[in-house]
């Protein structure tokens, strides 16, 4: 089941890069947040996903929000594809795929892969509370970038 609008955003713990954890639960409930779950690091959707808002990302940056990607790709993984990319903000690893599961992401099987997860975005408040949540049939439907831009300008 996904995590709905109206609900308190689950914590977690991921790893951002090796060695280093992001503490999600000391970040909800004091600032905005945007998870964005994608399928594959380096994949063309997921790539392009992520260089559009490195591209928008004075726009993004001036909004207040705290983004993160979320992937369940390891954290060597995660890491690379944000320095080959240039991306400004933390992709996080879901390698053992139990957040994907909490938010209600984790796709079965995706092209005979196990456990991916889907392309999915949350918006959180700054008290913590899902105020966008948009879980996309299809891991090839890019995000709505004007609708989770209105849902963060909205908190």
């Known amino acids: 089941m996904s995590v709905t609008i109206g609900t308190r955003a689950p914590s977690f713990s991921l790893p951002s890069k090796p060695g280093e954890v992001i503490d999600f639960a000391a970040i909800l409930g004091s ?35 705290r983004i993160f990607g979320v992937s369940i790709d390891s954290p060597y993984t995660t890491e690379k594809f944000r320095q080959v990319e240039g991306i400004p903000f933390p ?27 889907t392309r999915a975005a949350f918006v959180m408040d700054a008290q913590g509370v899902v105020r966008y949540a ?13 609708a989770i831009e209105e849902a963060v300008r909205a908190c």
């Open 31 to 65: 600032e905005k947040v945007v998870l964005l779950f994608f399928p594959f690091a380096f994949s063309s959707v997921c790539t392009a996903e992520m260089c559009h808002l490195r591209d928008d990302w004075s726009k993004w940056s001036s909004l207040g929000v």
């Open 91 to 117: 992709i996080l690893s879901d390698f053992n795929k139990e957040v994907c599961a909490s938010y209600g992401v984790l796709l079965e099987q995706l092209n005979g892969l196990r456990g991916v997860a």
């Open 134 to 146: 948009k879980v996309n049939a299809s891991p090839r439907e890019q995000v709505d970038f004007k």
